[in-house]
């Protein structure tokens, strides 16, 4: 059993961690969080993180690793959680990852090669103009110009850049996404109406349970910049509802929106790994055992 590695996916509000806390207990095991949001510190409501009392009957790890707008990579979380799953197989726990970054649940689990990153690279091939740098990549690796999105001028400069960097095609790259380590992987589903409803009632709690004093602490530290980011749903709303640039209602459609959004990239990222068992999620009461039974049975084979 000590050998086992668990996980529990699917799209943000879809139960995750309801289930996962009574499946932690019932296996021995701790829960290693697979989430882009949960690894800054202060941000809890909007991030929907474990609670106090969750994590004081389940212990959580890789919550609350640097402050906002520090600087964290995907590379650094799969550092983090090798040594996290090294620490609990030494006690003879049970790692079981859970989350809902598709990215990060592979970096936690898989053996992917993350190429490195300099500033001072980046910041001299984003001087130049698109055609030009779309021209050199097709000449320089055209196996990554097919695959990469070439209207897509962040992710031509990156392939540039590991090109710079690492003097071997950003293709080769590419190479370890096609292989997947063995682990025992659940998936949580539910009709889109339903996900599309809960998403809407949780931030309606998140908003009763204190978001917007949240996000005013946040603001007083500095952290109003990190808070604008593409990815900090929805926090970027609640900055704007404490401008007064939107209204209350305005944002819950656009946090709602972003959100659906987000759900179904998830979603999508999820159902290309052909490890995941999928559960309907609807009554998580029902979900759980069945999960349970499913862990049960693969940790036996």
Known sequence: ????????????????????LALAERFGAEIACADSMTVYREMDIG?????????????HHLLDVVDPGEPFSVARYARLARATFEDMRSRGVVPFVVG???LYFRAAVDDLDFPPTHPAVRRRIEREDSESLTARLKREDPDAAAFVDLANRRRVVRALEVIELTGRPFSSFRDAWGRYTPAIVAGLTLPLDELDARIERRLRRM????????????????????????????????????????????????AARATRRLARRQLSWFRRDPRIRWFDATQSERAAPEVGAYYSERMKG
């Open 1 to 20: 059993m000590s050998e086992a590695l668990l996980a529990l996916v699917g799209p943000t509000a879809s139960g995750k961690s309801a289930i996962a």
């Open 47 to 59: 991030t929907a993180k474990p609670t106090a009392a969750d994590r004081m009957r389940v212990s």
């Open 100 to 102: 809902g970054s598709g």
């Open 207 to 254: 908003l009763d349970h204190g978001l917007l004093d949240e996000v005013r602490a946040l603001i007083d530290q500095g952290h109003r910049e990190a808070l604008l980011s593409s990815q900090a749903i929805p926090y970027r709303q609640a900055v704007a509802l404490l401008e007064e640039t939107i209204t209350g209602e305005e944002f819950l459609e656009e």
